[in-house]
């Protein structure tokens, strides 16, 4: 059963920093893209960044810039390490990737639970 565990979220004053980490573990294959996504309250989840296996980032425009996505593939695991945030940014943070069980299987989408990120103004 594949898992994907976030850490890193929490409250932090508007110019601040936090880094946001998610981990995948289980039977796994292998991993396609995975990527950082982010619903806030009474809106839509949307997409924040995704990194492919080969490194290749893309990022919603309003944090570009600002947020940096990076991937350690040895160890199933995914950052995003989020500078001079604003109180927009604001959310509720899910980790996704794309996940091969087994080398006949298809990738699969899978979710983190999501981590809390606040910014007071």
């Known amino acids: 059963q594949v898992q994907l565990v976030e850490s890193g979220g929490g409250l932090v004053q508007a110019g601040g920093s936090l880094r946001l980490s998610c981990a995948a573990s289980?039977?796994?294959?292998?991993?396609?893209?995975m990527g950082w996504y982010r619903q806030a309250p009474g809106q839509q989840r949307e997409l924040v960044a995704t990194?492919?296996?080969?490194?290749?980032?893309n990022y919603e425009n309003s944090v570009k810039g600002r947020f940096t996505i990076s991937r350690d593939n040895a160890k199933n695991t995914v950052h995003l390490q989020m500078n001079s945030l604003k109180p927009e940014d604001t959310a509720v943070y899910y980790c996704?990737?794309?996940?091969?069980?087994?080398?006949?299987?298809?990738?699969?989408?899978?979710w983190g639970q999501g981590t809390q990120v606040t910014v007071s103004s």
């Open positions: 990194i492919t296996g080969g490194g290749t980032t």
């Open positions: 996704n990737a794309g996940i091969r069980v087994f080398s006949w299987n298809n990738p699969q989408n899978y």
């Open positions: 289980g039977t796994i294959f292998s991993i396609n893209a």
